[in-house]
């Protein structure tokens, strides 16, 4: 019994540091690539101006420019793939959220606890309904610009059913029991967001060239003080 206890324990200590991680990597591409466009854009150094917000927020419109540049000219493929990647995660991640509400009282929003008779139905149902409708989609569909939307579809069916892997590997509804920690999910949810990451890192880039590259934007060039 005690060495349940301490193997559960050491299930969440793990849980929470690949989140912590996660969520760290997250913010520190965000906080990298924001201080990349602020060196590069237009926005004035802290140094060189007397409203640090307003050059704060000049750099935040031009970040998203690069980040909505980069994803308008990354290929079909690559936009798919970072659609499926964003809402596999997102999914997930809201899923684990709304579920634990629901631990507490009837419904959030229009969302509740599905019953058919005495048969609870889980949300793996509508999840693996949504891969299957969404890839079916994919293959016997020939406008490649719709591949786009169907991997948003596919991947938070994806998020839905793996969110649930415990209740499939064990058979049983362990999904808030110490079965229900594992390991498996926490993986796949991480290595979906690093490769999200990898990939809006290339869109990143790419923005980059576009916007900063224009003759408007032009980086900043640091000239030596005058002589003599």
Not at 56 to 73: I, K, P
Not at 85 to 111: C, D
Request: proline fraction near 4%; charged fraction near 20%; include cysteine.
């Amino acid at each position: 019994m005690i060495g349940r206890r301490r193997a559960g324990r050491s299930d969440e200590r793990l849980t929470l540091a690949l989140g912590v991680v996660a969520l760290g990597a997250t913010v520190g591409a965000a906080v990298v690539e924001y201080g990349r466009v602020w060196r590069r854009g237009s926005a004035p150094a802290l140094a060189d101006t007397n409203e640090p917000l307003l050059a704060a927020a000049e750099a935040a419109v031009e970040t998203a420019a690069v980040a909505r540049s980069g994803y308008r000219e990354g290929s079909i493929s690559e936009n798919a793939m970072f659609n499926l990647l964003s809402a596999f995660v997102g999914t997930f991640v809201a899923a684990r959220g709304v579920t634990t509400i629901l631990r507490g009282r009837q419904r959030v929003g229009p969302l509740r606890n599905l019953k058919l008779g005495r048969r609870h139905i889980h949300h793996f149902v509508p999840g693996i309904l949504l891969t299957f409708v969404s890839g079916t989609g994919a293959i016997v569909t020939r406008d490649e610009a719709l591949d786009r939307r169907l991997a948003l579809c596919f991947g938070a069916g994806m998020g839905l059913t793996m969110d649930e892997s415990a209740l499939l590997l064990e058979l049983d509804d362990v999904y808030w029991t110490e079965e229900g920690i594992v390991s498996v999910q926490i993986v796949c949810a991480v290595t979906a967001l690093l490769a999200s990451l990898a990939i809006a890192t290339r869109f990143l880039l790419r923005g980059e060239h576009v916007v900063l590259a224009s003759p408007g934007n032009a980086p900043r060039v640091a000239t030596a003080p005058p002589t003599g």
